[in-house]
């Protein structure tokens, strides 16, 4: 049996550079939703379509999931039923773009491996979501074993954020709009594949090569490009160009090097003496780049 449940799509702030552009994802977690919710932004039409059992994130992180499916017509369909594939076969008629997650085998089970849909609906255009491409394609995994390769994690601490995830959903998007593009002048519909493997490496790449070491140019090497306690929490200071750092050097009438540079120790017992919220209140007022550290948890639209 397929649900035909289907949710308005609420309004958020958009362009229209991409009015007309209709969007069909059936993929769950954050890699699709985001993707989706971009596209959203941007001005595509979209419909997000879920299995009976729903989302995952809807159970595991609520609020996400709803900030996630903003701007969305979101269906629920039983793709494995007879009137759930028609209604999958419906929603491809009119699309553009079908973004997937699922493995290519279980998308032929369904009747959506990529030469079916060709050959259905050749001007439509598929971006699938996979673990891994290449000779990996059939490893396990999840963001978490992703960024493991990619030297992107510190044990014992868990990633702050789930980057394979997120950095995949803007691969999704420009993996997309490439496809779109390669549409306006073949006149046919092209599929294209995004590892999440492959994102974390390649997003990792600042670390493979040293950039952020303890130590290094961005990992705390530098005085004015560092975090600092303030008297209530922390502060975020990235004074990296010369017209930035003389800035914060005259305001605060430091000492400096030969190289115009003051100490890290000098900083640290100034940063102490107001709360984070002050420091950014006060560099705003000074055009030089500093921000309080907002905690995890702290939700911004």
Known sequence: MTSLQSTPAESIAT???LEGLTVVSMAPNIPG??????????????????????D????????YYTWLREGQQVEVVDAKS?????RIREL??????????????????????????HADFPQLCQVAVV????????????????QAHAGTLQPPAMPTVPLADVGGAERTVS?????????????????????????????????????????????????QYALYTAKDGDVALAALEPHFLRRLVDHLELTVDDRGVPTAEELEAIFLGRTAAEWEHWAKQRDIPLAAVRRAGGVQK
Not at 181 to 193: K, P
Not at 205 to 211: H, I, N, V
């Open 82 to 86: 007879p009137e759930g594939a028609q």
């Open 15 to 17: 362009s229209d550079a």
């Open 175 to 223: 993996e997309g709009l490439a496809a779109i593009y390669t549409r306006s002048a073949t006149g046919e519909g092209s599929y294209r594949e995004v590892g999440l493997a492959n994102v974390a490496m390649d997003f990792g790449r600042p670390a493979q090569f040293q950039l952020t070491s303890p130590g290094a140019f961005l990992g705390g090497g530098m005085p």
């Open 131 to 146: 673990g891994s491409t290449g000779e990996n394609a059939a490893t396990a995994g999840h963001d978490l074993t992703y």
């Open 92 to 117: 491809l008629q009119e699309a553009d773009l079908l973004i997937t997650s699922q493995r290519p085998a279980a998308l032929q089970r369904l009747g959506l491996g990529w030469e079916c849909l």
């Open 33 to 54: 939703p985001a993707a989706a919710r971009r596209f959203a932004e941007l001005g595509a039409r979209v419909t997000k379509v879920e299995p009976p059992t729903g």
């Open 56 to 63: 995952l994130l809807s159970l595991i992180c609520p609020p």
